[in-house]
């Protein structure tokens, strides 16, 4: 069983559009996170979600919207979808905060044209 | 300010050769040091961590060295072989309970290592 996986693995949309990525975990964890990897292979971190409350969000836009319907569940929303957001969005999960392992879904590449 | 720095940024070995990463980072408040190894089309997955109070740890071919008063370390791969071709990638957090703040890890920028047969 997949321990962190993302839906869709790609998805080529047009500006403007608004468009979902759901994530699930199986591991028991408490913790979420979305990450972003840029063309150049960049990680960033944009949000971490524990026990359902938002922990830290970095300077994202507001078009980005975490949502978590329960602990196993990170969907993240992006709204008005901009050129500059293509890029491939990694879920990912750990116990605890910070100082422990994640786990990393497979990725989603979102291409907006 | 949370920064990680990677070099280099593109390595290639023979195989059997010993390939290095080193890595750099300013906040003194980091205090857990992991290493991902991503393959083309898949997520990270970590590879080996450290903590600030262990100056080295093995695991199978792969070894951190790690340095607090330089704030440097290192990965090293022993016996490379060419199924290790990936991109690494150090990363480095805080421990929120701690009042550091932030979750999440911060990543250097990557090194994509080629190990040629």
């Known amino acids: 069983d997949t321990a962190v996986s993302q839906t869709p693995k790609y998805l080529v949309t047009q500006m403007g559009n608004d468009k979902s990525i759901k994530c699930e975990q199986n591991?028991?964890?408490?913790?979420m996170y979305w990450y972003k990897q840029d063309s150049k292979k960049f990680l960033k971190i944009m949000f971490s979600?524990?026990?359902?409350?938002?922990?830290i969000n970095e300077t994202v836009p507001n078009r980005f919207s975490p949502k978590s319907p329960d602990k196993a569940h990170l969907n993240l929303h992006i709204n008005s979808l901009e050129l500059g957001d293509s890029a491939v969005y990694f879920c990912?999960?750990?116990?605890?905060?910070?100082?422990?392992?994640?786990?990393f879904g497979q990725g989603t590449r979102l291409t907006v044209v | 300010q949370q920064q990680v720095k990677q070099s280099p940024q593109s390595l290639i070995v023979q195989k059997g050769g010993i390939p290095i990463i080193n890595c750099a980072y300013e906040?003194?408040?980091?205090?857990?040091f992991p290493w991902y190894q991503q393959f083309p089309g898949k997520g990270p997955a970590l590879l080996i961590a450290?903590?600030?109070?262990?100056s080295e740890k093995k695991e199978g071919r792969f070894t951190i060295s790690f340095n607090k008063s330089a704030k440097q370390f290192s990965l090293h791969i022993m016996d490379s072989q060419p199924g290790d071709s990936a991109t690494y990638f150090c990363?480095?957090?805080?421990?929120?309970?701690?009042?550091?703040?932030?979750?999440?890890?911060?990543f250097g920028k990557g090194t994509h290592l080629i190990i040629q047969p």
């Open positions: 591991l028991g964890h408490d913790t």
């Open positions: 906040n003194t408040a980091f205090d857990y």
């Open positions: 450290i903590r600030p109070d262990v």
């Open positions: 990912a999960s750990s116990q605890g905060r910070g100082v422990t392992e994640a786990f």
């Open positions: 990363a480095a957090s805080i421990n929120p309970y701690s009042g550091g703040g932030a979750d999440g890890l911060t």
């Open positions: 979600y524990n026990n359902k409350e938002l922990i």
